[in-house]
């Protein structure tokens, strides 16, 4: 029998499930969607079917290049200035990457093979499981087995091929594509949106405060958008971030970037809403676990080309975490192509450049593979790219108990589905904690700024992701719960404080951040932050004292300014 908990769970899944299922009815009516689309915001700019034939058209093409290229011999047809000296190192290098392209395909062979060998033996493992439990099998757990083993015989087919097998490539771009494409819905998009604002985000939507470097900022943003490849380079707080930053994009009148997020997110409400609203997926997972590696010793020789990491490096980071879906050349080609796709067509793309959340409260390093791609559209193409870098911040983190435990160890942050994220960030802030979103100077980076040579330009690439983090991190705001927390941990409250050392160290700390505020904003922004650390159990009033109850998570709230202070 059902608890009243499950009975209300069960209740609200069932609300969202028949409520996301009359979205899609809307979102499909002819009508609707003439009377939506007749706003250039709710336009769709690329159809998924043209989109999935010309990834797969490119990705095959690349790898058919490698392979069937002519080498340049000793020829004079070139012009004048190519000696023959220079047209054999030429073909030397073509040689090499014909070689490196045949490597990365048995790679890629063993690596899928390895992987569904995993994964047939955990759906395997799940049959027995509900057989051993007594349980019905369900129809598409069986279907899923079925696929398992087809694909597994496929693969070990593949395997044992010598010559490059263009059909094996293409096998996996369609596997690949179809996984990171988003079938964005801009219909369903603003329908979803206006009712998330009337239910599970409501307070978001007010609680939201835009800022811009300078005045008419968002204008000039918004030109680039519409007439040049764009890329919003994000922090990355919250797996709600994406709510924040689209609703201050479409205030402004900008048109809904492709956000690129975590595979972790698909599961739930996520996997259904995510790429109608524009998010494509990017999986991070493991296709072979650390045990497996040792099979695959050769597989670093592949990465050490120019401008990659060491072969060593490489396989220590193997070793550790195991082999990755981006350490895949196919896979990695495939989003590549994607990202390029995009560009070319004028859609704004999200990128959240640490990577994932920071744990500890500060800003991570800059993740450069994706950024390294979106700079090689300007090499590719010839033409220009503009970074807009955009800084998020929050006077409540939804998530910050969880980055804490997750910081010790004790548990997995990447779970929960979108809808519950919002919720849980809509619920913990309230109508009063503003939410701030700030969108700096945008970079323009041409061809002439990009050198063909691979060292150089993975140093450009180094140099530039540097460049954006600093941009991101002058953007952040110094929230009142930043700032008190901020100068709990610089003056070294050991157990508790009083209201008025907090108050002038406060104003230290404001000046020391070179923010003008006056004494009135200071007391304001104190009584504010005093009053959420003390609801969510942080520091506890008592004989006129405040007492310090958690640490750590006061820490987590100050190093989200620590880089404004180590200037």
Request: aromatic fraction near 10%; charge should be positive; glycine fraction near 6%.
């Amino acid at each position: 029998m059902m608890n009243l908990k499950d009975i209300k769970k069960y209740a609200l899944k069932t609300g969202l499930e028949c409520g996301f299922n009359i979205m899609l009815w809307f979102s499909s009516v002819r009508l609707v969607r003439w009377w939506v689309q007749r706003n250039s915001l709710y336009r769709k700019k690329l159809d998924y079917d043209w989109t999935f034939g010309e990834l797969i058209r490119r990705v095959v093409g690349n790898y058919e290049s490698m392979f069937e290229s002519d080498i340049p011999v000793e020829t004079d047809s070139l012009g004048k200035g190519i000696t023959k000296k220079l047209l054999n190192q030429f073909g030397y290098v073509m040689i090499e990457l014909k070689h490196y392209a045949r490597d990365s395909l048995r790679a890629t062979k063993v690596l899928h093979e390895a992987h569904l060998e995993l994964k047939a033996a955990k759906i395997s493992t799940q049959i027995a499981k509900r057989v051993k439990d007594g349980r019905r099998i369900s129809g598409s757990l069986i279907n899923a087995a079925k696929k398992s083993d087809q694909n597994l015989a496929k693969f070990k087919h593949l395997k044992s091929a010598k010559a490059p097998d263009m059909d094996f490539v293409r096998h996996l771009a369609n596997y690949y594509a179809k996984d990171i494409i988003a079938d964005y819905d801009p219909v369903f998009y603003k329908i979803f949106k206006n009712f998330a604002k009337l239910t599970f985000v409501r307070h978001l939507d007010k609680n939201l405060i835009v800022s811009e470097d300078s005045l008419k900022m968002m204008e000039e943003i918004k030109h680039l958008t519409e007439n040049h490849a764009f890329v919003f380079i994000s922090n990355h707080v919250s797996n709600a971030d994406h709510a924040p930053i689209f609703f201050a994009l479409n205030r402004h009148g900008i048109y809904q970037p492709s956000t690129i997020a975590g595979k972790n997110l698909d599961h739930g409400f996520s996997s259904k809403i995510f790429p109608r609203v524009n998010a494509r997926w990017l999986n991070r997972g493991i296709m072979l676990p650390p045990e497996e590696v040792e099979k695959l010793k050769w597989f670093t020789l592949l990465w050490n080309m120019p401008g990659q990491r060491s072969g060593t490096e490489l396989w220590k980071e193997l070793k550790k975490y195991g082999v990755g879906w981006v350490n895949n050349p196919i896979y990695r080609e495939t989003d590549k192509a994607y990202t390029h796709i995009q560009l070319e067509h004028l859609q704004p793309i999200l990128f959240y450049i640490e990577g994932g959340r920071s744990t500890t409260g500060t800003l991570r390093a800059p993740k450069i593979v994706i950024f390294e791609d979106m700079l090689d559209y300007v090499r590719k193409t010839g033409k220009p790219v503009y970074l807009g870098p955009t800084a998020i911040s929050y006077t409540i983190i939804g998530e910050d108990k969880a980055l804490e435990t997750a910081r010790r160890g004790e548990k997995n942050i990447s779970e929960g589905d979108l809808v519950s994220q919002l919720s849980k960030l809509n619920k913990v802030t309230g109508p009063d904690s503003p939410i701030y979103v700030h969108f700096g100077k945008p970079i323009r980076i041409g061809p002439d700024d990009l050198s063909e040579r691979p060292k150089k330009f993975a140093r450009q690439v180094n140099e530039y992701a540097a460049q954006m983090m600093t941009a991101i991190g002058n953007g952040i705001k110094n929230t009142a719960t930043y700032l008190l927390a901020a100068t709990i941990v610089k003056n070294q409250y050991e157990k508790n404080f009083t209201l008025q050392n907090a108050k002038t160290d406060m104003t230290i700390m404001a000046k020391t951040l070179e923010e003008e505020m006056s004494e009135a904003e200071v007391e304001k922004g104190l009584n504010t932050a005093l009053a959420i650390f003390e609801k969510k159990g942080f520091i506890q009033k008592k004989d006129g004292l405040y007492e310090i109850l958690n640490i750590p998570l006061i820490r987590q709230y100050g190093r989200r300014i620590e880089h404004k202070l180590v200037k």
